[in-house]
């Protein structure tokens, strides 16, 4: 009875594990890395394993308080207008924040696993989460540096690491309102570098979080869709892709932007992308895509009455789009080659010219539509070969 008394009392009050011991003991964050990588299946509980990951913030926060103690002493020195500025380790700094972030989050996960008895008593949590995202905005700042140095990668790591730990739960209850007017456009950028990385995962995170800001929603997904569309590889990829939009035009059936990268995904399947245009028109009839694509679709078809009297449509809802014009002008002046009646062979060229007047006007430079040899025809079957006006729509159609 005695013996198993002693045992009992030695397993209640057993010190650190000597795993734990060596982690505890070193100096430096990359000496306390690799022992805990070494000794982390060997330390005794989950409690010793929180502890563990507590000690590693501990020290790469020693890092962020040496420098950010440097930046304060500069601009001190700086307002008092005496000193000369001390030089700091920018990227040691940002380094050591997102090594704070990591082991915290780490810590916090065996931190929230019940004790011995069942209970779940965590003691770090509310420390870890207050002293670092104190000093998270350095990742924005260093990152924007970096953007500017073309170093890619660490834009990428600070960026990632700020927009992930403003979703992280363990940093939940800090004041996220601060950051709130910036967060969104951090989070897009640093879904666009992941994109550039090739690790399109992270990048579709980092962009569904952009899409949650109102000013950054569009953007985000503008480049979420077209993201997705470069992403395919195989016949499964593009049916995934397919699943991928029909959702997000579920969720939003009114996003112009969204139908019409679901219209696109669908470009082998003529019949699925007129039943969805029908589909969406009977809902929403002033759709412009809507309208204007059912036009393309019937060029598609060389059926050049249908085309133009959609796109006719399409203008009505929004006159500001180069391309549509384009394609309207061309219509009408294949109606009008084809037809017999003078006046209303005229009337039709007539229409045509405005068009693409309108397409020239919104877009000199012909960057979204080339309008030019479809205009000097329209002005050629108004006027004639020699009028000056059907000169002038020459030059621009050559030159």
Partial sequence: MMAMLLVASATAFAGDSDGLKAIMKAKTFAEADQLLKQNLSTLADNAEKAKAYNKLVDLAMKKVSEETGTITENQVAAQMGSGKEKAYDTLGLADAICQAI?????????????????KVKPKFNEKNASRIWAVRTHLVNIGQEQAKNGNSAAVLKYWGAFTDSSLNPLFAAQDHKPESEYIGQVAFFAGRYAFDAKDFDRAMRYLDYAMEDPNQKAEALNFKLYAMRSNLKTAQDTLNCINQFKKLYEQ???????????FSMYDKDKAAQKQLLESHLAKYPESFTATAEMGMLAIGENNAEKGAEWLRK?????????????YLGTCLSVLAGNQDDQSKRKALYQEAVQALDKAKALDPNKQQANWGYNRYQAYYGLYG???????????????
């Fill in 102 to 118: 990591d082991a915290a989050v780490e810590c916090e996960k065996y931190d929230q696993l019940p004790d011995a008895k069942g």
């Fill in 252 to 262: 939003d059936p009114s996003n112009e932007v969204v139908l019409d990268g679901l």
């Fill in 314 to 326: 399409a203008v009505k809802i929004n006159p500001e789009n180069a391309v549509v014009q384009t």
């Fill in 385 to 399: 070969a020699d009028d000056p006006k059907t000169k002038d729509a020459e030059n621009d159609y050559k030159y």
